[in-house]
């Protein structure tokens, strides 16, 4: 018996001895204690690689999130087309809640590294620098929320515990002044733009964050918080000190050569971008890249096949061409986004960004043959160069001819005689009837005066964007997917940085100084394929005003995702969507009417709604202390 | 004090009995000699030669054993000398020797020894003595349903064991739980087989009719010695050891056929066309008629039209893809042995064609048991066995890719434009669409044609059990016992997965302008997976009564198990078609993809003891604790302690209840509480997880892509066990000598701290599929009754009628979530995913969420304007989206009253959890006939019928598809039905979604009440098979599912199909840019088995039918 208790008391004993720890190490997972600086950078790219989300510049904030604006619209769109761009999503929406997701991923994969690297052994400058990228990188996926959501929760620690999760929204003011805040401290941090820093590629180019990329990106912050809904107009004077100091650097300028002859000198950086080209030696106008890689250097996988690094930039938004097969030579388009008609007639006659921006013509085989929408032929007459664009009217008629370069040598009037392609799957040149007489002085044709419209020609709506496009494409895959491409995204560049400063300074001094005059004609004379640094007298202004400085933006920037976001500041959302309406009822084809009208009519049933996005319900159901914005 | 007190009672009876052999061993020796020689044969009842029987000369030392074949020899002093031969079990007999020298003896059975045993934790009990609710399937009755494993017998034999089958698909395990389940994900109960506990039981490892006896243990109490895994219940299985006696050999066979018990009606050619040239007017305007489907149906130079296809056949694709199948089973058990040695060896195959195309099931297993004496003191064990399980055929996937959903939705007729639907692998108008680029480059889901599908779909599930039991015991002190054993239990997954060209997840098919429909082409997919489990046991047992009065039992061990797991899988893709005609070895000339190789493992310490301690009889206390550390939890949290108290009164043993008890034969009072634990969360789910895998979330810094890191899963420092504090209080009766027996039980479970894994709000920023947490979630109560009564009938010389009867009602209630959260939502797997269960706080663990149907938008509601459009009227509540309401629309109640349908109209629309379940047996049987009837009904649950949101909602949720018959009856302009609602072009969803809704329109009552077995067999007269050498033969006739009782318009009202996507239908590493797949990303996590969702419960959509079975037996004994 004693031995019995003797037994029972050692077990006992045993027992409550053996509280002891009992852990397992886990096979085959990440810790999340950092000790060495390739598990940070591993993080620092694991922060970045949200950029290349569909939300993001995948396709989200240049298309389906923020193509809602004046200048294009979704072709094919009907009554059951739900897209956030047609302001008819609800607090469902997947990918108003997957854009608010990705971007919080994002900041805590930043809040990680910006809690620990301190404590990780490296050396400095490279410690600096990559906690520098971190903390823009933050800021700047707060700024994509707060510019999107209003006011949102400011997360600026690492999911520690179950209290952090659940945390209130914060006035987008505060937010703002924590991104402007957060973005300065990274400036000092990062190097310039183009310093070798071998550790993270051959050097930083616009697809790595630079001293460049943040003044860049704090100049559209302070815009963005001077005007609506905070109207901080303190902070245009904020803007113009970074767009200046950026400019002042010296490191960048417009591109001012043509990288494909026959292209403007302003479509080489869309060039570029199409072809992953970062080593252009006379590229110093992109400044901050979404980069995307067809091929991946680890695995060899090239695009489409599981590879996540590709987006659909060339064919969702691109130029038409039906060929989608594995070895299509231009690569499939079925092009979506198609030009408003306000857009096309923006521009001046000599603008040579409307024909890059806007695609001129369209391809209908697998051939490389190029089928222009709307010619005009201008045949004998002794001369050359003359080139001249025609405008439509709703049946297709048209309406006038603008002579866009009146060409040399011209001794009598050339034949002027029109030919179109549309869309629709057929060869056949559409449109007949129309008859013109070229006026010639001086050896230039001066006039082209349409004596008789005719009817059925393609109008402007036919024209998809042809920013970027993939015939440009490089390093293509040997199955070639249709809506894939590797094109980086210009985030934000050197036009945009000029534009923003001459902004700022009329909205500082009340009109604008002579640099801002300047900022403002060199962004004008590259337009008009000139040298931009060198003064031209029939390009220049002598001044601006708002109106003008909305104009230009809207020629230089169209399709690149911050139309929607400028209307927005501006306070003239409204009267643009307003002018949509008023634009196609006049002038587009009854075809075209709905899908070109369907986002500007659903949008001014509740502008003041429909300016933010709402708070995705899946979010407001997990965190109780979620408010909704106002109309949702 | 006590120690010594105990001490000199035991010395002294050590005296006693020294004392009294003493006395008998000289009055023996003083006995006359004349010395018989007797011999002779025991045999038992049943004519069978009992070996191993004591055969003494009373009242001396000489004593004899028979042999193997009965006969004992045995030389008596004297003509008075008596001859007592006893064996356990059976009633000791005396026979006088008188003048025979042969005397032959026939042992009965002692009914007093035959008292109900049950098995409970660690050791075994008299019913009569258990203080806890131990639930006793009667296996025997089990064994007679033709089916592969037990969880399919299993429903309805025990009180408050609730079991559901998924669907009919074979090797499909069911999710049984006990008394209602926690809000845990997990609700599958502990398996203990032969005292080794499994925490990922595979049922199709254990063959039904290896199992000696199964329990169940169901009150904490019970439980408590299993400490932190009890928490959903424990089954304890043991598997059939040889008895000693001469070797017995048993085979049994049988054969049967399996039928589908039920088809949905769809819409036949008439009716199809009749819907696409509606879906064509639909979708024209007065300015554009559409005729997409006009041109496939009509030729009207031909004069064919509409009505044409009232006299075409068309086809019936549950016709052609669902077959009789057939199941068949062959078995043989050798069994034998001595008192010292007893073995078994026994080895089964089952095969069985299911009743869709190219599925099925084929089980092979074989299990070796010994168990040797060593000597008085040591005694040694072993139990091998090992199973071999091959599934294979289509899984009939919620909402894409299944063929289930294929027989239902395929075109059912050709059209005009020579197309053979029959034989060709597309529906050529959906490829139409694809050519024309209405379709995205996926194709559709379903628009391969299912018979092609089903015949090239390469889908294998291969499961190798292997499992190993040693022990060995030493007694000691004559009443302890110090058993030692060791397990060592392996399961090996091997899943294969090969899409040729024909089926819709490998087909090549480019469409006009080039797009590829599938950018993984042929492919195929290996996994491997090893679970391995060793455990240790120390077990010291002692058990005595003192002074006959007091009884005690008392067991106290040491435990130790460690789990590993380790898996490996690729898939390999754009297999050249060249080599696809060598299946899964044609994966060789594919590319690799997705490499994955993960393991896992976890371990428990516990230490654990009971004491039973009886008094005279009557009053029974058990105290039980265990102690549990588990690594699935940090530091600090680890350990736990689970106690529990029970006691029991028979109160049939006192004196006052002598007047009643030839009335009252049994009574018994009994009251447990204790508390019990649950783990079942994954091995480190308390880790936050960072995910580096290649491609997944790297960044090309200047066109060099580096490989990324993303938090991926955020861990919880502070998960800790999910604890169950359980009250039960029961009263057993017995009546007429216990011809009638009644129990009934109430409980009251309440679980804190259950584990979950909870969403968190996207700004914590973590990676994986639903952004969750494991964390202990909240309070839940489970209370309920428990009423089982079983009674002899009538019992005549050559009839005898038993019945059982159970009845279980649970009801669960959610007390608390924690962090003030209200409630948790489900999403549903169709399209959208949309919420379709809620858990909320006051409430059940589940009710189905959505909104109440209010019948269809009519002519009425609107006003309509001159330009011939529908306004509604106004106070007529609207979805308040930008697209109108028309008439014909679905109506949803404004249950807030503001005019809008929106999300803040959802609201509780029922229950998946039955209020009560039960089951109800009767045995019949007369001469050598038996014959066992057996119901089972679930009452009160609601069943969420998906499927009538793709086949009965609205036609253009996809076109091309075919409709439940039901159909036919949607709202039209000349049939305001309000019902169903108007087909439409393009599917907008319900409630101004763009995605179906659910809602009360189809969620079902789905109480049923099913005969489920019928078994009728004969035993052949033993006259007859004594000569043939024959012990016994046995011919079964068995039915399962023979007709079910429901108002559930479903095919089949005992359904729970709720699966996370088709994991080979969702493209690996997504095709889309930016998206992430769960099952493709290779962040899988080793979570414990179950692909039941307690939370999302009472979900059809597109289940396996549910076969009816006949088979025909034959079980001889040799």
């Known amino acids: 018996m004693k031995k019995l208790a003797c037994i029972i008391l050692t077990i006992i004993t045993f027992s409550s001895a053996c509280k002891k720890d009992i852990s397992l190490d886990p096979f085959f997972f990440e810790p999340t204690t950092y000790a060495t600086e390739p598990q940070l950078l591993a993080q620092l790219a694991g922060t970045y690689s949200l950029l290349n989300t569909d939300q993001l510049y995948a396709q989200g904030l240049w298309g389906y999130l923020e193509a809602g604006a004046d200048e294009c619209f979704r072709n094919g769109t009907n009554a059951t087309t739900f897209q956030p761009e047609l302001y008819n999503a ?152 970074w767009a200046q100091k950026l400019i002042a650097t010296n490191l960048h300028a417009l591109n001012s050569t043509p990288l494909v002859s026959g292209t403007p000198a302003y479509a080489r950086l869309f060039i570029n971008n199409m072809q992953n080209n970062i080593n ?98 201008i045949t004998g007459g002794g001369g050359t160069g003359a080139t001249a664009t025609a405008y439509t009217s709703a049946s297709g008629a048209i309406t006038s001819v603008v002579v866009d370069n009146g060409g040399t040598g011209y001794t009598s009037a050339p034949t002027i005689t029109f030919s179109g392609f549309a869309t ?50 490089l390093n293509i895959p040997s199955v070639r997917l249709q809506n894939n491409t590797s094109c980086n995204f210009p985030i934000v560049r050197y036009a945009d940085v000029l534009l923003m400063a001459a902004e700022a300074d009329l909205r500082v001094n009340g009109s604008p100084s002579a640099v801002a005059v300047e900022y403002f004609n060199q962004v004008r004379r590259r337009a008009f394929g000139l040298n931009p640094t060198t003064p031209s007298a029939t390009v220049d202004v002598t001044t601006f005003t708002m109106q003008d400085l909305m104009d230009e933006r809207s020629r230089e920037f169209c399709f690149e995702g911050v139309r929607r976001q400028d209307l927005i500041r501006w306070g003239t959302m409204p009267q643009a969507m307003q002018a949509v309406l008023n634009d196609v009822a006049a002038n587009a084809p009854a075809s075209y009417n709905f899908a070109s009208t369907f986002a500007a009519s659903n949008f001014l049933t509740n502008p003041s709604k429909f300016t933010l996005f709402p708070i995705p319900a899946l979010e407001i159901a997990a965190n109780s202390a979620l408010s909704q914005n106002l109309g949702w | 004090m006590l120690s010594q007190q105990l001490h000199s009672i035991y010395s002294n009876k050590i005296f006693r009995t020294s004392f009294v052999l003493m006395l008998c061993f000289i009055t023996s020796f003083l006995q006359a000699q004349t010395n018989i020689t007797i011999t002779g044969v025991v045999t038992d009842g049943n004519g069978i030669a009992m070996e191993g029987v004591s055969v003494k000369i009373k009242g001396t030392t000489k004593a004899s054993v028979t042999s193997v074949d009965g006969k004992y020899k045995i030389v008596a002093p004297s003509k008075q000398s008596i001859l007592q031969f006893s064996y356990v079990g059976f009633l000791t007999q005396e026979r006088g020797i008188g003048a025979k020298p042969i005397i032959d003896v026939v042992l009965r059975i002692d009914p007093a020894q ?153 819409m036949n050619p008439y009716e199809f066309v009749k819907l696409q040239l509606e879906l064509d007017s639909i979708a024209s305007t007065p300015t554009n008629i559409n005729r997409r489907f006009a041109q496939v149906y009509l030729d009207p130079a031909k004069g064919i039209d509409l009505n044409y296809y009232k006299t075409v056949p068309g086809y019936d694709w549950q016709d052609l893809l669902l077959q009789t199948g057939s199941i068949q089973t062959h078995s043989l058990n050798l069994s034998g042995g001595n008192t010292d040695t007893k073995y078994t060896v026994s080895g089964s195959l089952f095969d069985q064609k299911g009743v869709i195309l190219n599925s099925g099931l084929r089980k092979y297993d074989g299990r070796f048991s010994l168990s040797q004496k060593i000597s008085s003191h040591f005694s040694t064990g072993v139990i091998a066995s090992y199973s071999n399980t091959r599934t294979f055929g289509t899984v009939p996937a919620s909402g894409s890719g299944g063929v289930v959903q294929g027989m239902w939705q395929y075109r059912p007729v050709n059209g005009v434009r020579n197309q053979d639907v029959l034989n060709s692998l597309f529906d050529s108008t959906a490829l139409e669409d694809f050519f024309n680029g209405n379709a995205t480059a996926n194709l559709g889901d379903n628009l391969i044609n299912p018979l092609v599908q089903a015949q090239n779909e390469h889908r294998v599930n291969i499961t190798n059990t292997a499992n190993l039991n040693l022990f060995v015991e030493y007694t000691f002190w004559k009443k302890f016992k110090f058993r030692v054993s060791g397990s060592y239990n392996a399961t090996n997954l091997k899943l294969e997965q090969f899409y040729n060209s024909e089926t819709q997840q490998g087909l090549l098919f480019r469409n006009q302008s080039g797009a590829i429909a599938n950018v993984n082409g042929i492919n195929g997919f290996l996994n491997n997976t090893l679970n391995e489990n060793y455990t240790t046991s120390n077990v010291l047992s002692y058990k005595t009564r003192l002074k006959s009065i007091h009884s005690f039992d008392v067991v106290a061990g040491f435990e130790y198990q460690y789990g590993k797991s380790k898996s490996s899988s690729f898939r390999s893709i754009n297999i050249p078609q060249a080599t696809e005609y060598l299946g899964i070895y044609s994966m060789n000339s594919g590319t690799a993809t997705l490499p994955l190789v993960s393991a896992t493992h976890n371990q428990l310490y516990s230490f654990f003891g009971r004491f039973d301690y009886g008094l005279s009889d009557k009053y029974y206390l058990t105290l039980t604790g265990r102690t549990d550390g588990s690594s699935k939890f940090s530091v600090g949290k680890q350990w736990g302690f689970f106690p529990s108290i029970a006691g029991a009164w028979v109160v049939s043993k006192e004196q006052f209840m002598n007047k009643v008890s030839n009335i009252i034969s049994f009574a018994k009072l009994r009251a447990s509480y204790g508390s019990v634990g649950n783990n079942r969360v994954g091995d480190f789910s308390y880790l936050s997880q960072f995910g580096s895998l290649q491609n997944a979330a790297g960044y090309a810094w200047a066109n060099t892509y580096a490989p990324g890191v993303q938090p991926f899963f955020y861990g919880n420092n502070d998960l800790t066990w999910e604890t169950t504090t359980g009250l039960d209080l029961g009263v057993e009766l017995g009546f007429l000598k216990d011809k009638l027996t009644f129990e009934a039980v109430y409980y009251e479970k309440k679980t804190k701290d259950f584990l979950l894994g909870v969403r968190l709000p996207y700004i914590a920023g973590y990676g994986n599929g639903l952004n969750t947490q494991y964390q202990n979630t909240g309070r839940v109560t489970n209370s309920g009754l428990e009423f089982t009564v079983s009674s002899v009938n009538l019992t005549t010389k050559n009839f005898k009628w038993t019945t059982s009867f159970n009845i279980s009602f649970n009801k669960s209630n959610i007390d608390e979530f924690y962090q003030g959260v209200e409630s948790i939502q489900t999403n549903w797997a169709l399209t959208g995913a949309a919420p379709a269960w809620i858990a909320k706080v006051g409430g059940p663990i589940s009710q189905f969420y ?48 503001d005019g809008v349908v929106n999300a803040n109209d959802q609201t509780t629309l029922g229950s998946p959890l039955p209020i009560h379940t039960g089951g109800f047996s009767n045995n019949f049987s007369y001469k050598n006939f038996s014959l066992n009837v057996f119901f089972q009904w679930s009452y009160g649950n609601e069943v969420l019928n998906a499927n009538r949101i793709v086949f009965e909602s609205n036609g253009g949720y996809q076109l091309n598809f075919n409709q439940f018959a039901t159909y036919a009856n949607r709202w039209t302009p000349t049939n305001p039905t309000n019902d169903i609602p108007r087909a439409r072009y393009n599917n907008r969803g319900d409630a101004g979604s763009t995605n179906p809704r659910p809602s009360s329109r189809v969620i079902e009552d789905a109480s049923f009440l099913r005969l489920k077995t019928l078994a009728l067999s004969y035993t052949l007269p033993n006259a007859l098979l004594k000569r043939m050498k024959i012990r016994s033969v046995r011919l079964n006739l068995a039915a399962q599912n023979i007709f079910t009782i429901t108002k559930y318009t479903g095919i089949d009202p005992e359904v729970s199909t709720f699966r996370t996507n088709n994991p080979a239908n969702s493209p690996v590493g997504g095709t889309n840019v930016g998206s992430t797949t769960v099952g493709g990303s290779g962040y899988t996590f080793i979570q414990p088995s179950s692909g039941y969702a307690v939370l999302a419960g009472g979900y059809d959509s597109t289940p396996y039918p549910r076969a009816f079975t006949l088979t025909f037996g034959l079980n001889v004994t040799f």
């Open chain 1, 280 to 377: 252009d030696p006379n590229v110093t106008e992109g400044i901050w890249d979404a980069a995307f890689l067809s091929k991946s250097n680890v695995t060899g996988a090239f695009a489409g096949t599981g590879f996540p690094v590709t987006q659909t930039l060339g064919a969702i938004m691109g130029l038409y061409c039906p060929d989608g097969t594995a070895t299509s030579i231009i690569g499939f388009s079925n092009g979506t986004y198609r030009t408003h008609n306000r857009l096309y007639r923006l521009y001046a006659p000599g603008d040579l960004r409307r024909d890059w921006a806007i695609a001129p013509y369209l391809y209908k085989n697998a051939t490389t043959t190029r089928f222009f929408t709307l010619t005009v032929n």
């Open chain 1, 90 to 241: 609800d607090v469902n929406t997947t990918n108003i809640a997957e854009y608010w997701r990705q971007l919080y991923r994002g900041i805590e994969r930043a809040n990680i590294i910006v809690d620990v690297i301190d404590k990780v052994e490296m050396d400095s400058t490279k410690k600096a620098n990559m906690k520098g990228q971190a903390i823009f990188l933050r800021a700047f996926y707060y700024y994509l929320l707060a510019s999107r959501y209003g006011d949102v929760p400011l997360k600026t620690l690492p999911t520690t515990s179950v209290t952090n999760f659940n945390l209130p929204r914060t006035p987008v003011k505060e937010v703002y002044n924590f991104i402007i805040a957060e973005m300065t401290k990274a400036e000092a941090m990062v190097p310039p733009i183009n310093r070798p820093q071998a550790w993270q590629a051959a050097q930083a180019t616009p697809t790595v964050v630079n001293q460049s990329a943040i003044q860049a990106i704090l100049a559209r912050v302070c815009l963005a918080m001077a005007g609506n809904p905070v109207n901080d107009v303190s902070k245009y004077q904020l803007a113009l000190t």
């Open chain 1, 424 to 473: 629709n799957n057929t060869t056949t040149n559409v449109g007949s009837g129309a008859t013109a007489v070229a006026v010639v002085s001086g050896g230039r044709i001066t006039a082209i005066n349409v004596s008789a419209g005719g009817s059925g020609y393609p109008t402007a709506y036919e024209r998809p964007v042809g920013k970027w496009r993939r015939e440009y494409e």
């Open chain 2, 850 to 897: 959505g909104y109440q149907w209010g019948g269809v938008y009519q002519y009425s509601d609107f006003d309509k304007l001159a330009n011939g459009t529908y306004v509604l009227k106004p106070g007529v509540p609207t979805y308040g989206t930008t697209t109108p309401v028309q008439p014909g629309d679905p109506k949803y109640v404004d249950i807030t009253g």
């Open chain 2, 114 to 266: 035959q008292e109900e045993v049950v098995v409970v934790g660690y050791g075994t009990k008299k019913r009569k003595e258990l203080t806890g609710t131990v639930g006793k399937a009667n296996i025997e009755e089990m064994q007679l349903a033709p089916v592969n494993s037990f969880d399919q017998a299993l429903a309805g034999r025990v009180a408050g064991v609730v079991v559901t089958q998924s669907d009919g698909q074979p090797g499909g395990a069911a999710s049984i739980v006990i008394r209602g389940s926690s809000v845990s994900q997990e609700a599958s109960p502990l398996y203990v087989i032969d005292g080794f506990a499994v925490e990922n039981m595979d049922v199709n490892s254990i063959n039904q009719n290896d199992i000696e006896s199964f329990e169940i243990l169901k009150d904490a109490a019970s439980i408590a010695i299993y400490g932190s895994r009890g928490a959903n219940g424990v089954i304890l299985i043991t598997t059939k050891k040889g008895k000693s006696g001469p070797p017995r050999l048993t085979y049994a066979s049988s054969y049967g056929i399996q039928k589908d018990i039920n088809r949905v009606k769809m």
